[in-house]
Antibody
Framework: EVQLVESGGDLVQPGGSLRLSCAASRFSFNNYYMSWVRQAPGKGLEWVANINPDGSETYYVESVRGRFTISRDNAQNSLFLQMNSLRDEDTAVYYC????????????WGQGTLVTVSS | QSALTQPASVSGSPGQSITISCIGTSSDVGYYNYVSWYQQHPGKAPKLMIYEVTLRPSGVSNRFSGSKSGNTASLTISGLQAEDESNYYCSSYTSRNTSHYVFGSGTKVTVL
């Protein structure tokens, strides 16, 4: 079955930076859109960003645009999220998610990695 | 504030049917037939239950069904079972701003 394993979550001060990684396996990674979705403690889900299969197109939710950068390395079956100028409200579990673009659904989710922004 | 509106909680007895509503706008639920539903048990990752309004991924029980009317989508769970107790989120593709997907606020389903 599809496997997505996130890493890189940590405690970081406001204004700091962090890079999340997601290792994908058991599917043809270079054929799929990929997304990051986050969930603040005790809150609902929020879509953050996505990237097309060859990495040439990226999209972001307004609240992170200009601060976060999504990227991928298809040779390494890896997805990344570079997060800069972090704010308290970025505190959340970040999920790496495969998109089934033909039906516009998020069909496989990793277990998530926790990012805590606090002084 | 979530883009799609769901009731905070819904409850039912084993064997009963319950329905969760998801109210959007003409920029998301009302325009696109790309509504999905996700089940999330506490401390776990979400799981896709319904996509394209009515379709079930392989392995999802046929007790779960979806529908849509205008700007409102719905998830119905028939023959409620203890294992269905969980949080449920709707989602829709959207043309609002630069986002691709919007989520609902989530509904806690309790099996009495």
């Amino acid at each position: 079955e599809v496997q997505l394993v996130e890493s890189g979550g940590d405690l970081v001060q406001p204004g700091g930076s962090l890079r999340l990684s997601c290792a994908a396996s058991r599917f043809s990674f270079n054929n799929y859109y990929m997304s990051w979705v986050r969930q603040a403690p005790g809150k609902g889900l929020e879509w953050v960003a996505n990237i097309n299969p060859d990495g040439s197109e990226t999209y972001y939710v307004e609240s992170v645009r200009g601060r976060f950068t999504i990227s991928r390395d298809n040779a390494q079956n890896s997805l990344f999220l570079q997060m800069n100028s972090l704010r308290d409200e970025d505190t959340a579990v970040y999920y790496c998610v495969r998109e089934e673009w033909l039906v516009l659904a998020l069909d496989y989710w990793g277990q998530g990695t926790l990012v805590t922004v606090s002084s | 504030q979530s883009a799609l509106t769901q009731p905070a909680s819904v409850s039912g007895s084993p064997g009963q049917s319950i329905t969760i509503s998801c109210i959007g706008t003409s920029s998301d639920v009302g325009y696109y037939n790309y509504v999905s539903w996700y089940q999330q048990h506490p401390g776990k990752a979400p799981k896709l239950m319904i996509y394209e309004v009515t379709l079930r991924p392989s392995g999802v029980s046929n007790r779960f069904s979806g529908s849509k009317s205008g700007n409102t989508a719905s998830l119905t769970i028939s023959g409620l079972q203890a294992e269905d107790e969980s949080n449920y989120y709707c989602s829709s593709y959207t043309s609002r701003n630069t986002s691709h997907y919007v989520f609902g606020s989530g509904t806690k389903v309790t099996v009495l």
